[in-house]
């Protein structure tokens, strides 16, 4: 208990009246923050709240227009990156900084070498990543190199750097987003560590669920504004929840019982193969019906996007049959299968949703651009497209709402929501969603799901493949687990985290 | 073929790499940054024009290397204030900037000298001639080594061994300095050098002068040590074979030297076969070979090196996220 009392009274940072524009953007208004040494501290709000910016400001890369910043006590000016390391500040980006050709060591080595040769700095670096990994457990092998390692690993390289330039605060802006389950957790034991070795942690997240395993206190965000400060251990998730989005949220789908009619989407047999021949779907089947959700859980990589692509036409099967509503798909191409009636929202909305450069309404019709509704022969009707794409944004509460926006300047659930509404507003028979929600905030899931929800109600076969276990369980009215490109094993949507977590671990059948 | 002939095309072969090698170098320094530079040809003409002049003027073949070196920093940094300051892009700077050094070599050239663009002869004592190592004449007589010894390691000037020095002392700053590791970063992610703490703009400037700085050497090389003047457009093509040497080299200093001794080959051979017949076909018009070197780079270029992986920053102006 005297050791809980001293912790709080000794802050590792304070914020003072922090408060920065950018335009007529006020990214963060007059902030206050004490985080206490030795405490994880969490920091939530949804995409666009002004997390990232303050920490930034934290980290050296943007100046606060007024407010003061004070470490253990001492006000600082963090003028650049320099001094916010100097200042024992180390932050894990999201996007990892790293250099992927280089080996880990060469990594934690940049912008510390110790002298213009690098072959001194070599030497101490090793002694000094041994030290690390046997203080916190944090073990890589140094002369691996990063684009041949697992995401968690450079995620804990990443720390290795911070921690090699003597960070005794450390920031972690989204850093479970990559991982998975199994190295959340691991991330998460090294936080720990980290703690009780009197690090102080800033952890920076939009996932609740985390927020609550982890932290000691809490931080809520919300429009460029702090809106609360909780102890973790007294306040719950549906009340952080509503501070974040500013309105009570539904945070578990409220849906009916299914009413599955006649099979609509039929796989018998497929196997897929990568670009390299590696097989990523073996020989797997299953049906389903109009008027269903049939979810497919696993952990990323054991096929569900190989699979999500064999139906798309994206990907070639190397053997058996995809049927839609009875009829082959063999031979289509993506268009054709629009034309049967499918719908797929892709995995990943930069890569394959959406064209970022390109303005909201030109993305809104994208693969859809040959319909006679928007346009005859080579020309566009763009007031067709822009009005189309108006409705849209009214009907599915994109913000901004402007059609002429440039994709890259919407928040990400806005960016999924502009994919998710262009292919439902098709009214496809047979929608095939990948990762629904991944980067999405609160608000904008719950909007998400409902809109899933509908089309099973309006009678749609619905596939969905998600990495969010929660996700599956809570909108799917049947689940497959997928492990090593397999079909392990089909459940009841009522089927209990562990059993799932279980198959989905190749463990049980 | 003759032993003496296959000598003599590798002799001058090697005097036709160096200014590749030169070149190739210069790009290997600002692409490893992440600032492509296709200007190397203009950097390459500029500095040849810079140091006729001054050599021709001063009678000092090291002033002439003094000023090819200043011009080409020169317009390096005119690159890196488009392309890392402005952040502009950085293809079309580096085109304008061989047009301008195109131009600008004319013109000045007709002004100054009024030879239709070429420079006065440069007087023996402002250039480059060849060294004749110790025991070249003593060694001619042993078979095989004695030859190669005297025509192709002996007898050249002073540049074609610095060249070849250069391979090895790039190597060790890209891999062995701190400055080295950093540049290399810097093309891939600078976004790590950034937050590193680590000034993105500075570095990158820096890796441009060493650029500028053998870019130097290479149009030093072409005209008061290959030549005795400059003459209109005298690079002819060859910043963009360097280019073509660095990527078939993968970005790497050893095999880069390999590969400019390939082209360099060709080039020589070329020259060889000038008004030679082939065997069952006849004489071949000589462009044939000439464009030897340029199908080659197009072969290359195509992808069948397998996969050539640039610096992944590579022509992208780096701005902090937002």
């Known amino acids: 208990m005297s050791l809980d009392l001293q912790r709080e009274t000794e802050p590792a940072i304070e914020l003072v009246g922090i408060d920065k524009k950018f335009g007529a953007v006020h990214a963060n208004k007059n902030i206050n923050l004490t985080v206490a040494k030795g405490s994880i501290h969490g920091i939530i ?48 980006h999201q996007h990892f900084m790293l250099v992927e050709n280089f080996t880990v060591l060469e990594n934690v080595m940049l912008g510390a070498e110790g002298g213009q040769l690098l072959r001194k700095g070599v030497a101490s670096a090793r002694r000094e990543l041994k030290r690390l990994e046997d203080d916190y457990g944090l073990e890589v092998d140094p002369d691996a190199v990063i684009e041949e390692l697992p995401v968690g690993s450079q995620q804990r390289v990443e720390i290795l750097k911070a921690l090699y330039r003597g960070a005794e605060i450390l ?30 942690i800033i952890l920076i997240t939009h996932k609740l669920r985390e927020i609550m395993a982890i932290t000691d206190t809490v931080s ?30 539904l945070l578990r789908v409220e849906k009916g019982e299914a009413n599955p009619g006649k099979v609509l989407l039929s796989v ?46 994206i990907r070639k099967p190397a053997s058996g049959e995809i049927l839609i509503d009875g009829k082959s798909i063999a031979g289509s191409d993506p268009a054709a299968l629009r034309e049967l009636g499918l719908a797929h929202i892709p995995e990943d909305r930069h890569h394959m949703g959406l064209v970022l450069k390109f303005e909201e309404y030109e993305n809104s019709i994208l693969g859809y651009h040959r319909d006679q509704r928007y346009g005859r022969g080579a020309m566009l009707n763009l007031e067709a497209v822009r009005k189309d794409a ?21 928040s990400g659930g806005n960016q999924q929501k502009i994919v998710v509404a262009r292919e439902i507003e098709r009214d496809p028979n047979v929608l095939i969603i990948g990762q629904p929600t991944r980067g999405v905030d609160i608000g904008a899931i719950e909007f998400i799901h409902k809109r899933i929800i509908e089309m099973r109600d309006a009678g749609k076969a619905v596939l969905l493949v998600s990495v969010e276990l929660d996700e599956i369980r809570s ?18 949507g009522e089927a209990g985290e562990q059993t799932l977590g279980l198959m989905m671990a190749g463990i049980a059948a | ?51 006729a002049c001054v050599a021709y003027a001063t009678g000092n073949a090291w002033a002439g290397l003094g000023a090819g070196i200043g011009i080409a920093i020169v317009f390096s940094l005119v690159h890196g204030f488009a392309s890392i300051t402005n952040r502009g892009n950085q293809i079309v700077s580096g085109v304008a900037l061989n047009f301008v050094a195109a131009g600008l070599t004319i013109v000045l050239g007709q002004a100054w000298f009024g030879q239709g663009g070429r420079t006065g002869q440069v007087p023996a004592s402002g250039r480059f001639s060849g060294i004749t190592l110790p025991g070249a004449e003593m060694m001619r ?13 002996s007898g050249n000037n002073i540049l074609t061994y610095l060249a070849f020095l250069m391979v090895p002392i790039s190597w060790w700053v890209l891999y062995r300095t701190r400055f080295g590791l950093r540049l290399r970063a810097v093309g891939e992610n600078p976004g790590a050098v950034d937050t590193a703490g680590i000034s993105v703009t500075w570095l990158r400037y820096r890796a441009l002068i060493v650029t500028g700085f053998l870019a130097g050497f290479a149009g030093t090389y072409l005209s008061i040590a290959q030549s005795a003047a400059f003459i209109n457009n005298m690079s002819a093509g060859k910043g963009y074979i360097a280019l073509a040497a660095l990527i078939f080299a993968k970005w790497k200093p050893v095999p880069v030297m390999l590969a400019c001794l390939l082209f360099g080959f060709l080039d020589a051979f070329a020259n060889f076969m000038q008004g030679k017949a082939l065997p069952l076909i006849g004489e071949v018009p000589v462009q044939i070979f000439q464009a030897l070197p340029y199908i080659l780079t197009c072969v290359l270029l195509a992808g069948f090196i397998g996969i050539a992986r640039p610096p992944k920053a590579g022509g992208v102006p780096y701005t902090k996220e937002r």
Not at chain 1, 173 to 195: M, S, W, Y
Not at chain 1, 227 to 246: H, I, N, P, Q
Not at chain 1, 390 to 410: G, H, M, S, V
């Open chain 1, 220 to 249: 809520v965000m919300r429009r460029g504004e702090m809106v609360a400060t909780r102890k973790t251990a007294e306040t719950t998730v549906e009340e952080l929840a509503e501070l974040m989005v500013g309105r009570r949220v």
């Open chain 2, 1 to 51: 073929m003759d032993f003496d002939i296959f000598i003599s095309i590798l002799g001058s072969a090697v005097r036709l790499s160096i200014p590749l090698l030169f070149t190739a170098l210069a790009g290997l320094f600002s692409e490893r940054a992440g600032i492509f530079d296709i200007g190397l040809e203009g950097k390459m003409l500029a500095s040849a024009f810079a140091s």
């Open chain 1, 45 to 92: 709000g949804e995409n666009g709240a002004g997390k990232s910016t303050l920490m930034s400001i934290l980290y050296g890369f943007y100046h606060a227009d007024q407010g003061e910043i004070r470490i253990s006590g001492k006000p600082v000016t963090i003028r650049d990156s320099q001094t916010a390391i100097s200042s024992g500040i180390g932050m894990v």
């Open chain 1, 171 to 200: 920031i972690l802006d989204e850093p479970t987003g990559v991982l998975t389950p199994a190295e959340a957790d691991h991330l998460f034991k090294v936080l720990r560590v980290l703690r009780d070795q009197g690090k102080t």
């Open chain 1, 390 to 410: 108006e409705e849209k944004i009214a009907k599915y509460d994109i913000r901004p709402p402007n059609p002429r926006l440039r994709t890259a300047n919407f």
């Open chain 2, 141 to 153: 007589e042993v078979p095989i080594i004695g030859p190669f010894y005297a025509n192709v390691i």
């Open chain 1, 475 to 492: 909108l799917s009215d049947r689940i497959l687990v997928m492990f090593a490109g397999k079909v392990v094993g089909e459940k009841s």
């Open chain 1, 268 to 313: 018998k047999n497929l196997t897929v193969k990568d670009s390299r021949g590696v097989t990523m779907v073996d020989d797997v089947s299953f049906d389903v019906r109009a008027g269903e959700i049939v979810g497919i859980a696993g952990v990323a990589g054991n096929g569900q996007s190989e699979l999500l692509e064999a139906i798309a036409g």
